[in-house]
């Protein structure tokens, strides 16, 4: 019987060309680099004409504050606009007692001194709620290309460990799967802001609030990877 050249090999090696598959796996606790607030501007007024007004008033101001930080706000978006009737509980046809207006804007920033400052002077504006900060990564962070080669590295070890407590060693690497490096917090918006949870206030006192003092919320970066190796045949003699 002859076996054609275009025979896959045995999926599980042979007896003298084993096969060894493990997984590594990295954890890596890194500083964040950027972190990203929510900015909900809001308006109300008894007629659609006032309230359209006042909110784009007020989100001029906001717009301008926020660009007075140069380039330390890497981004600035617009999220959403809406501006609606409320009407009446009570009596008969469909009469509108005022119109609610909002807008939604989302900053990104990489500066962390500026950060604290901004959040606080934006939640000192009318009718003005803040909420974050979420802490992040970038997609092209170094972090994620560590913790990969140290997943791949952990591989390596712990095959060459298996392979050594048969008497054998590392012949080749037959195949690296990776699973993917991922940051608990992702990138976009995390599910646990850190630091400011919500803000909103008037603007009634004559004097500035001082900055807030947030903490940045460390990240952690996770890789794995399958890896197969084949060895040499073990000595099961001993």
């Known amino acids: 019987m002859t076996t054609d050249a275009s025979t896959p090999a045995a999926p599980y090696g042979t007896p003298d060309t084993p096969r060894v598959a493990v997984r590594g796996e990295a954890r890596l606790v890194v500083d964040p680099e950027i972190a990203r607030i929510g900015i909900a501007i809001s308006a109300r007024g008894t007629d659609r004409r006032t309230a359209l007004d006042d909110l784009t008033r007020r989100n001029a101001e906001v717009l301008a504050l926020i660009k007075t930080y140069g380039d330390s706000v890497e981004k600035l978006e617009t999220g959403s606009f809406s501006i609606s009737p409320e009407l009446t509980r009570h009596g008969r046809g469909e009469r509108v007692r005022a119109y609610h ?19 606080t002077r934006l939640a000192d504006l009318d009718l003005t709620h803040v909420t974050g900060p979420w802490w992040a990564l970038r997609p092209d962070s170094p972090a994620h290309g560590d913790a990969r080669r140290q997943a791949v590295r952990e591989a390596v070890q712990r095959a060459r460990e298996y392979a050594g407590a048969l008497g054998a060693h590392l012949a080749a690497l037959v195949e690296l799967a990776d699973l993917g490096a991922e940051s608990s917090a992702g990138y976009g918006m995390p599910a646990a802001p850190g630091g400011l949870r919500g803000m909103s206030y008037g603007s009634a006192e004559a004097t500035e609030a001082p900055a807030l003092d947030l903490e940045p919320q460390r990240q952690t970066v996770y890789a794995q990877v399958n890896a197969r190796f084949t060895m040499t045949p073990p000595d099961l003699t001993s």
């Open 101 to 119: 207006g909002s807008v939604h804007l989302n900053a990104e920033l990489a500066d962390f001194t500026a950060l604290g400052e901004l959040t």
